[in-house]
């Protein structure tokens, strides 16, 4: 688990008053959890394309009524499931998710640790176009999309399908450093 420190509070800097050191934290997410954008909408891609607004709707609901989340993949591999989708919405800029890798298997442990690196951190989908037409640049307009998979990938092809953040400290490891620096500090009392 990851902690998230919400607040750390003192009321004396000395060390002789490390009794009255009060810290406080919550527990949080699991370590690998990350964010990002998977599509990003009316910008054009790689393949020539367009997301349009809306286009992931249908999908989402299919998806929420069948009580189901697409696969989280390593580089569109079927084979190679790293993870999984805890929230997969629409949001003004794009396809927003949330993501957990399972950092149990050696594949998910080394994404895990690219995503830290920041060696990695593109996204891309893997979809149907279910209506999609041409404008007047030759550009497909995709208007509604069968999302089947979302992709950890290193080069994107919608520039802006991004990771923004990976959470990665334990609760374990956080608690082990508070604890060494409280007795640290109380050592110095005598």
Do not use: Y
């Not at 999908?59 to 697409?70: C, E, G, Q, S, Y």
């Not at 990976?166 to 060494?180: K, L």
């Amino acid at each position: 688990m990851i902690v998230q420190a919400q607040t750390i509070a003192h009321r004396h800097a000395l060390a002789s008053d490390v009794a009255d050191f009060d810290i406080r934290f919550a527990m949080g997410e699991a370590e690998g959890v990350f964010t990002g954008h998977a599509a990003i909408f009316n910008e054009r891609n790689a393949h020539n394309e367009v997301v349009q607004r809306g286009a992931f709707a249908n999908t989402l609901a299919d998806h929420a009524a069948r009580n189901i989340k697409p696969p989280m993949l390593w580089s569109h591999r079927s084979d190679e499931i790293i993870g999984v989708w805890d929230d997969i919405r629409e949001d003004a800029e794009g396809l927003a998710v949330r993501g957990r890798l399972i950092t149990e298997t050696t594949r998910g442990k080394e994404a895990h640790a690219l995503l830290k690196a920041g060696a990695l951190n593109g996204l891309s989908i893997g979809f149907r176009p279910k209506t999609a037409s041409r404008d007047t640049k030759g550009v497909r307009v995709l208007s509604e999309i069968e999302l089947v998979e979302i992709s950890l990938v290193a080069l994107p092809s919608a520039g802006r399908a991004r990771i923004k953040n990976v959470r990665s400290a334990s609760a374990d490891a956080f608690a082990r450093a508070v604890n060494g620096a409280v007795l640290t500090l109380r050592s110095m009392k005598g």
